[in-house]
């Protein structure tokens, strides 16, 4: 039966059993497995973390690159985010096109409000280049409300608060 010691512990170093697997030999070795100093056989020397490349265990995934010599897809994931900000050069404007959302923050909005403009749009008996035309707003930021996807279309907190006072509806989640 296996040991499990870190080569510290009170039997001084001197067995003859591989403290990985319990095998009695004359031919130990140490080896560094999971972090912890061991004594173990041939068969077991494999598992010598020391050896593998870079120093990276062979379990759990942890490697940072694969068989293959290739990157892991969480190290080529964070290159190309990397790669993507250096391009930018520190240009804000890349990052920050659209709706200032300093001056005019998009508030949390309830499950569904792409269906309540909608609906209360229609029972007005408008059309979104009418609505649009009467709040002065752009009639694919309405559209954008109505099809749910507000925050992907940079609309801003302003154009909501207008089709809650005009169509007479909360959107607001508060």
Excluded: F
Excluded at 43 to 72: E, I, L
Excluded at 117 to 136: M, N
């Amino acid at each position: 039966m296996p040991k499990y010691s870190t080569g510290g512990g009170g039997g001084g170093n001197d067995g003859d059993s591989c403290e990985l697997c319990g095998r009695s030999t004359s031919k130990l070795r140490r080896a560094n497995v999971a972090g912890a100093d061991l004594l173990v056989c041939p068969d077991c020397a494999p598992h010598d973390d020391s050896q593998h490349k870079g120093g990276q265990s062979s379990s759990g995934g942890s490697s940072s690159s694969s068989s293959d010599g290739k990157p892991n897809r969480k190290k080529r994931a964070a290159q190309r985010q990397a790669k993507m900000y250096d391009q930018a050069k520190g240009d804000s404007k890349h990052w920050e096109k659209g709706t200032n959302y300093e001056k005019d923050r998009l508030p949390y909005l309830v499950s569904d409000y792409g269906d309540v403009v909608a609906d209360a749009r229609q029972e007005a008996g408008l059309t979104v280049e009418e609505l649009a035309a009467e709040l002065d707003a752009e009639e694919s930021d309405v559209d954008a409300v109505e099809q749910g996807r507000a925050t992907r279309a940079d609309v801003g907190g302003s154009l909501i608060r207008s089709l809650e006072e005009r169509l007479g509806v909360t959107l607001v989640d508060e």
